[in-house]
């Protein structure tokens, strides 16, 4: 199974905005709404932020959202904080009865 | 709030099978409202999910380990076993194992990861 495509890097400055995104297939994100996306700090273990496309843990901040259409999640980062770089994985399940993760996306906060 | 924990040796010689174990620190893995995942990274790379087992010993697996991975759940000692046989250097990688919801949500929590490095 090929995986999940997400743009290796993506860059903001305290305070703004940042969107990823997340493109798969009609056998994966685009037919279920088991999206999820990861907070991984090298080193640590990999944190839920988002799962079931929109819905937020408890004790995850309201500055991340995530959304989809058709074959594409997304996850916002709003009000960038320092602490806020890290790679974010997107997964989703798939007709095969498996998941798969997206390659991952590198935060900068400048 | 339930914990898991990695453990390996380390260390793997090419063409053997590796074992790793995942242990619980409550007894949610009794209960069957949860599967159990193993997820590894390669230094360097993505993450990559090798497969899921329920408390029947049902398992779901990543085509790509299709015939070389077995996992076990041992109820009484709470652990959650990983083998994967005839490794090669590309099996070098952060394991991590987490939990996941019978129904919906994602993978959480995650074990701190324990890294498997296959050398001779």
């Known amino acids: 199974q090929s995986a999940l495509t997400q743009l290796a890097s993506v860059s903001g400055s305290p305070g703004q905005s940042i969107s990823i995104s997340c493109t798969g297939t009609s056998s994966d994100i685009g037919r279920y709404n088991y999206v999820s996306w990861y907070q991984h700090h090298p080193g640590k273990a990999p944190k839920l932020i988002i799962y079931d496309v929109t819905a937020r843990p408890s004790g995850i901040s309201d500055r991340f959202s995530g959304s989809k259409s058709g074959s594409t999640a997304s996850l916002t980062i709003s009000g960038l904080q320092a602490e806020d770089e890290a790679d974010y994985y997107c997964?989703?399940?798939?007709?095969?009865?498996?998941?798969?993760f997206g390659g991952g996306t590198k935060l900068t906060v400048l | 709030q339930v914990q898991l924990q990695e453990s390996g040796p380390g260390v793997v010689n090419p063409s053997e099978t590796l074992s790793l174990t995942c242990s619980v620190s409550?007894?949610?893995?009794?209960?069957?409202?949860?599967?159990w995942n193993w997820i590894r990274q390669p230094v360097g790379k993505g993450l990559e999910w090798i497969g899921r087992i329920y408390l029947s010993g049902s398992i779901n697996l990543n085509p790509s380990f299709q015939g070389r991975v077995t996992m076990f759940i041992d109820k009484i000692k709470r652990q959650i076993s990983l083998r994967v046989t005839s490794v090669t250097a590309a099996d070098t990688a952060v394991y991590f194992c987490?939990?996941?919801?019978?129904?919906?949500?994602?993978?959480?929590?995650w074990g701190q990861g324990t890294l498997l490095t296959v050398s001779s």
């Open positions: 997964s989703s399940f798939t007709t095969s009865i498996t998941w798969i």
């Open positions: 987490a939990r996941e919801p019978y129904v919906g949500g994602g993978f959480d929590p």
């Open positions: 409550d007894s949610s893995i009794l209960s069957g409202d949860y599967y």
